[in-house]
């Protein structure tokens, strides 16, 4: 990661934070926390926190020390820099191709504990050689396709097959259960959409999970969820380990679902914050532009009453005021919501950490532009 200066010192005001900066609540961010571990645990499951929502060790190691068994990430980079900070357990949820990425999980899992996805033979044959390589055992979980049509296998029949395969390169490799996270599910708008999906995938991990028992194989863990289903997964009875990230930021995307009456409130606690660099009746400019926000899930809202994003370029928002708003001022900093935390936060090098009004730390994204 290249990293620039920080846009703020540790007792500064918020006045004095240089824009456009990632602004983390600090009370809002404790609160999601504890708030979401608590129900977990209650629960007798697991927690283990997904770190490529915040790509940050500071993070991480907040999660963990709350009582998250350990991080997932998506990258082998990203597991690279969070056993680096001192997480001892991390699951890359996802499949890993090429034999570079495998030998350097199998370097990791002599510092760590080390699991990785596979929904096919090549993933497998790879691992096995690079942690024979090693003299380490990496953790593999068969990841279930369980309604996203993206990675994971289709039927149960390859599911079992993976698994003979898997056992057989014991040592090397050691089968430790399945994953079967829903991406699109934590989306769906309506909790009974939600609850339908999860439902589904229950069922089929459920199936998959019972015929690799029947045939001698060891499924010790079922892990999947996210912030928007995990209270499905939890309630099915079948999962035992869940993988929220987006619970401790939170974004415009996730505040436009229903809300489970049994979930706990999660309060917005990430922001963007801007200056107001010109000021017309017409419309407002702010210094945060497309390097500043990701817009895949819609363009960012602004925290001030009766305004609303227009459009974005480079470096540039222009929002416009609704009748009877108040009119900005050039110099002026507002707050704006990220409609999708997770890119967004890999777009800055800095989160400016702030707890009533003044800057408290100042967390790398040390994680950030780690693709491979």
Request: aromatic share 4%.
């Amino acid at each position: 990661m290249s990293q620039t200066s920080a846009p703020a010192r540790v007792g500064d005001s918020l006045e004095a934070v240089d824009t456009p900066a990632l602004i983390l609540d600090l009370d809002r961010f404790e609160a999601n926390l504890n708030a979401v571990h608590d129900y977990v645990l209650s629960r007798g499951a697991r927690v283990r926190s997904h770190g490529k929502a915040h790509k940050c060790s500071e993070i991480a190691l907040r999660q963990v020390a709350a009582g998250a068994i350990g991080l997932c990430c998506q990258k082998v980079g990203e597991a690279e820099v969070f056993v680096a900070a001192g997480i001892q357990d991390v699951l890359v949820a996802n499949v890993v191709v090429g034999q570079s990425k495998a030998d350097r999980l199998a370097q990791l899992a002599r510092r760590a504990r080390v699991g990785v996805c596979v929904d096919g033979a090549l993933q497998v044959e790879q691992l096995a050689q690079a942690a024979g390589r090693a003299g380490t055992t990496l953790q593999v979980l068969i990841e279930i396709d369980v309604g996203a049509a993206r990675c994971g296998v289709s039927t149960e029949a390859e599911a079992l097959e993976l698994a003979a395969l898997i056992a057989s390169h014991a040592p090397a490799l050691q089968l430790r259960g399945l994953q079967a996270y829903h991406g699109p599910a934590q989306h769906k708008r309506t909790t009974s959409e939600r609850a339908v999906a999860i439902g589904q995938a229950a069922a089929k991990a459920s199936k998959v999970a019972s015929l690799l028992r029947e045939n001698g194989h060891q499924v010790d863990e079922i892990t999947g969820g996210g912030t928007g289903s995990y209270l499905y997964e939890l309630a099915s009875g079948i999962y035992n380990e869940v993988q929220p990230g987006s619970y401790v930021l939170m974004d415009a995307d996730y505040g436009a679902n229903q809300l489970d009456p049994d979930a706990p409130v999660l309060q917005q606690a990430l922001s963007v914050l801007c200056t107001v660099i010109t000021a017309r009746s017409t419309h407002a400019v702010l210094d945060g532009g497309l390097k500043a926000f990701a817009v895949d899930s819609g363009l960012p809202v602004p925290v001030v009453p009766g305004w609303k994003a227009r459009g974005l370029s480079d470096e540039h928002a222009v929002i416009v005021p609704s009748e009877g708003a108040r009119v900005l001022q050039v110099g002026e900093k507002i707050h704006l919501t990220p409609g999708h935390c997770d890119p967004t936060v890999n777009l800055h090098d800095w989160i400016v950490a702030v707890r009533g009004g003044r800057v408290e730390a100042l967390w790398s994204v040390d994680a950030r532009g780690a693709l491979f």
